[in-house]
C-alpha cells in the first residue's frame, strides 16, 4: 500500500506540531518573578526571593528581607519553582469540616437516640451526620477561604538563544550556537 506524497506531509507536520505542543510545557525563570531556589550543597536551605536580572547562565536575585543581590549559575542549583501565586483552601476545609462536624453530629444523635417507633437509629444516626456535615462545609469553606497557600510550579533557566555574539572583558569575541532538540 503506497500512502500519497500529501497524506505523507500532513502526518509529517502533525508530528512536528505535537512534538512542539509537549515541549512548551515547560516554565522558564523570568524577570520579575518570585522564586524558591533549591541549592546543590547538602543542607543548604530553600531561598525565596525576586528576580532582579536572568540569562541562560546567570540568576541574580533579591531575597525576601535583604536587599543584596545572590548571583546563581544553573550547577549552583539543583531545583527552581516560580510562584503561581496565592489561593484559597476552601474545598479542603470544606472537606474537613465536612468530616468533622458529620462524625460529631452521628456521635451525639448515637448518644441521645430514644427509641421511637416511626424512626429507626441509623436513619437518625445518618440524618444527623449528614445535616452537621454541610453546615460543617460552610462552615470548613469560610475558615479554609481565609488561610491562603502559595503553589509553586518547577521552572528552569531559559534557553539559550540559538546565536550569540559575547564580547568579552578582555575584547575576546565568541560567537556561540545553540540547537535544542
Not at 528581607?65 to 510562584?83: H, M, Y
Not at 456521635?107 to 440524618?127: C, F, K, M, R, T
Request: glycine share 12%; proline share 6%; aromatic share 6%.
Amino acid at each position: 500500500m503506497r500512502i500519497p506524497s500529501r497524506a505523507a506531509c500532513t502526518i509529517g507536520l502533525l508530528l512536528l506540531t505535537t512534538s512542539a505542543l509537549r515541549a512548551s510545557d515547560t516554565t522558564f525563570v523570568s524577570q520579575g518573578a518570585r522564586v524558591k531556589l533549591f541549592p546543590t550543597q547538602p543542607g543548604a536551605k530553600a531561598i525565596t526571593g525576586n528576580v532582579t536580572d536572568v540569562a541562560s547562565d546567570t540568576l541574580i536575585i533579591l531575597r525576601e528581607g535583604d536587599q543584596e543581590p545572590l548571583t546563581f549559575a544553573p550547577r549552583d542549583l539543583r531545583k527552581i519553582e516560580v510562584s503561581q501565586g496565592k489561593r484559597s483552601n476552601w474545598l479542603l476545609g470544606g472537606a474537613a469540616g465536612f468530616v468533622v462536624f458529620g462524625a460529631a453530629g452521628a456521635a451525639i444523635a448515637a448518644e441521645n437516640y430514644s427509641p421511637d417507633p416511626g424512626l429507626s437509629q441509623s436513619g437518625v444516626i445518618i440524618g444527623a451526620g449528614l445535616i452537621s456535615g454541610v453546615a460543617g462545609f460552610g462552615i470548613g469553606a469560610g475558615v479554609g477561604a481565609l488561610i491562603k497557600t502559595e503553589r509553586w510550579k518547577v521552572a528552569q533557566f531559559p534557553a539559550p538563544p540559538p546565536v550569540a555574539l559575547n564580547v568579552g572583558k578582555d575584547g575576546s569575541v565568541r560567537l556561540a550556537f545553540s540547537i535544542r532538540l
